[in-house]
């Protein structure tokens, strides 16, 4: 029973009220209301003394009158009143209401009756979006009966959802069009037996046809048997109703890569997106698709004046997308250059191009003409998926739009940071360049390959300590002319052969027959224990070492080049006897000499370049060995990772190498930085030599000799230690090196005391 009471001010009511049951104890009242020029009243419903919690919306009616549509859950009062506010000179006006007198089922066409169109839409959002997680309405049966009536009502034959293509983990694509003013999905229901569910959907809107109609692609978990029900699909300001599929066959993607749907770009971008996001397996997918069947390459060479343009680098990772390529603008035509995505509107990047100049061969003999090459990244561009052909535009400020997309790139973390580091010319990359153009794909590239990197595998030789006094680790990478002669000195060390063990570090896969062979015919030669750690795929430095340090045993850590050499027996024992916590020695070097005497490093210190970028350099490096302040030991700011020596312990403390450095460069220096961080020093033991044929190994790597990675890597360091380094140079500068250490070095048997050390044992 509905009765209404106006206030005392109020002369006749002003409203029409009506009362349905939405499900359980929810009900909808429907008061409607004469146009008023006192703005947007307000309503109030009370039960028992008490306010209740109710949702409202204004729906407008097709003759100019106003609905106030309240949900509100019975509290199970005999009667509720209902207060209508700013009203004007009226007053407010009151109604009360008995909701246990209401038994039936709303029904829809009543509610929807003498609506707008749009209140019409705006009543489903609300009875599908807002109402039901408020209201607990989301698996009443009654309520779910009354909203498939009431969406029915609305679109009475829903078009059904088409099954395009099936993806990976139970997932389908799926198509459907909607009205040209839909916009972009913003939640999506389904509405079936089991309830009414939102559901998180990856959907894409394409442009308008002819007709006016836009495509929607979905990305739909495969129906359960049954099937059926309705999806329910809403825009910023639209809804629209489709039936979901039965249980059947989805096309294979195979076939639908082939077809006319996915030559557009910017949808098989988007696909791209949607597979990578679904699992390896589904990325793995992507990449095999895009390469099966190629979209056409796209450029502009020309031999005139006109503008022209070729995009040859479109690498992708997490951290997003890295383009480079040439171009040629003699008359400063150029407005914009957009990067295409898979769904959404292009990037402006005509701001982040990097430019540099380089020369384009013209077709005649030898000859060469100008032209501006460029780099330029757009960060979390696709949302990390691999997308192996973007589309660019160069916009021209006469109108006309020239058209890149690059062949097939590739999609392995290892090449992607190959090309990234051969993006920029080394002679024009910049501190700036570095940071915002190519060290977020190299960062990423690291992770990734730091993240999937699988275990390596061992092999011995021969029977290893149980117990040694001594880790050695030596990376080997493709140059291995000098293991013959260093493992001839390690076999002929007496401290070496009853103290340490060896640990050779295979970082070139590739060649772990040969190497194996190599190690197994030493071994045979000089008796001497080994292993052999091979990497299943190459890491670089940092990695192979730290990898070969989880190998080992040892106390002590030496972390030595394959192409150093000992100059006498005690080497080892010689360099592990300065090390000391309690005087706070953290990690030793030695002398280490070039093949002809002359000092390759006697300690290493920081000096900025001419861009304010912090380098190593090594102390009196082309001097005579015999140069007397090369043979004073003394603390250094730092020691190379040619051969250096830690405690384990500390090594462990510390996390090792850092892995973020690319190729091989720097992480030495950043593992003493982390030593003096962690309040130890570093010492330079001239008494121990050693000879050292400088990088005969990392020159064999073709993405280090490019030099971007050397500068990426310099540049890195700046960035983490720029404060520390420029407070430790002063420091060294002002006092020509830092305070000595006091007290004489131990000897060896305080090495017990001191770090724990113990004599090696047989297993």
């Known amino acids: 029973m509905l009765s209404l009471a106006p206030a005392p001010v109020a002369v006749t009511p002003p409203a029409q009220l009506e009362l349905h049951r939405l499900g359980g104890s929810i ?3 429907c008061w409607t209301l004469e146009a008023s020029p006192f703005g947007k009243p307000s309503i109030a419903l009370t039960g028992g003394g008490r306010r209740l919690a109710a949702a409202s919306i204004s729906l407008g009616l097709r003759d100019g009158r106003e609905r106030l549509a309240i949900a509100f859950r019975s509290s199970g009062h005999d009667s509720i009143v209902a207060t209508l506010s700013d009203q004007g000179p009226q007053g407010d006006v009151t109604a009360s209401f008995d909701p246990a007198l209401v038994h039936g089922l709303a029904d829809p066409a009543e509610i929807l009756k003498d609506l707008a169109p749009q209140a019409r839409l705006t009543l489903a959002n609300a009875l599908v979006r807002a109402w039901p997680p408020l209201f607990g309405l989301s698996s009443i049966p009654n309520y779910l009966s009354f909203l498939r009536q009431l969406l029915l009502t609305l679109f009475a034959k829903p078009a059904a959802m088409q099954p395009t293509a099936a993806l990976v983990e139970g997932q389908w694509l799926v198509e459907t069009f909607v009205p040209a003013d839909f916009g972009a999905l913003r939640t999506a229901s389904r509405l079936d037996g089991a309830g009414l569910t939102r559901l998180d959907l990856k959907s894409r809107v394409g442009a308008a046809d002819r007709s006016g109609k836009r495509e929607l692609h979905l990305v739909l978990e495969e129906p359960p048997v049954r099937g059926g029900g309705l999806l329910i699909l809403q825009s910023e300001r639209s809804l629209i109703v489709r039936a979901l599929p039965g249980r059947q066959a989805a096309p294979s993607l195979g076939r639908w890569w082939a077809g006319k749907a996915a030559s557009r770009d910017g949808l ?11 699992s390896e397996q589904g990325r793995l997918l992507a990449v095999e698709m895009q390469r099966r069947v190629p979209l056409a390459v796209q450029h502009v060479r020309r031999n005139d004046d006109l503008p022209a343009a070729e995009l040859d680098l479109a690498v992708c990772n997490r951290a997003g997308l890295l ?21 959404g509107e292009p990037i402006a990047m005509l701001s982040r191009l990097q430019r540099f100049p380089v020369r384009l061969p013209t077709g005649a003999e030898g000859e060469t003409r100008t032209a501006t090459g460029f780099a330029a990244f757009a960060s979390d561009y696709a949302g990390g998926a691999p997308v192996l052909q973007p589309r660019c535009e160069i916009k021209l400020k006469s109108g006309t739009t020239l058209t890149l997309r690059p062949a097939v790139q590739p999609a392995d973390a290892a090449t992607i940071r190959a090309r990234a580091l051969a993006a920029i010319p080394p002679q024009y990359l910049t501190a700036a360049m570095l940071e915002g153009t190519l060290a977020p794909i190299l960062a990423a590239c690291q992770d990734e390959l730091s993240e999937s990197r699988p275990e390596p595998t061992v092999r011995e030789f021969g029977q290893p300590w149980a117990r040694p006094k ?4 030596i990376p080997l990478y493709r140059v291995y002319d000098f293991l013959r002669v260093q493992v001839a000195a390690f076999a002929g060390d007496p401290w070496f052969v009853e103290n340490a063990e060896l640990i050779y570090v295979l970082d070139s896969p590739e060649h772990e027959a040969e190497v194996a062979h ?20 190459n890491g670089g430095f940092s990695a192979a070492c730290n990898a070969g340090v989880r190998q080992g045993r040892g106390e002590a850590l030496a972390l030595v080049n394959s192409d150093v050499i000992p100059s006498r027996n005690g080497w080892l024992a010689a360099l592990i006897a300065k090390l000391d916590r309690r005087r706070r020695v953290g990690a030793v070097g030695p002398k280490l000499l070039y093949d002809d005497g002359s000092l390759q490093h006697a300690g290493l210190y920081f000096k900025r370049d001419s861009k304010g970028t912090w380098l190593n350099h090594h102390y009196f490096k082309g001097m005579p060995g015999s140069y007397a302040p090369a043979n004073i030991e003394r603390p250094v700011p730092g020691v190379t990772g040619a051969c250096i020596v830690i405690a384990r312990e500390l090594f462990d403390e510390l996390g090792g190498f850092d892995e973020s450095y690319v190729i091989g460069d720097y992480e030495d220096s950043d593992l003493c930085l982390k030593v003096r961080r962690a309040g130890f020093g570093i010492l330079y033991a001239p008494d121990t030599a050693l000879y050292h044929l400088e990088r005969q190994s990392i020159s064999k790597s073709s993405d280090y000799t490019r030099g971007a990675a050397s500068q990426h890597n310099a540049w890195l360091q700046t960035r983490r230690w720029d404060a520390q380094i420029d407070a430790l140079m002063q420091a060294f500068e002002t006092s020509a090196a830092e305070p000595a250490l006091q007290g004489p070095a131990p000897s060896e048997p305080d090495l017990v005391p001191r770090f724990g050390f113990r004599r090696a044992t047989a297993a």
């Open 27 to 29: 009900f909808l009242l």
């Open 470 to 473: 001594a880790s050695v680790v």
């Open 268 to 278: 098989r971008n988007w696909v791209v997106e949607q597979l990578a996001g679904l």
């Open 323 to 343: 383009i480079g390529g040439w171009l040629r603008d003699p008359d400063d035509l150029l407005q914009e250059v957009l990067l295409h995505r898979g769904a």
């Open 518 to 537: 190599l190690l197994g015919g030493l071994h045979l030669a000089y008796g001497l224990p080994m292993r052999l750690v091979a990497m299943r795929r």
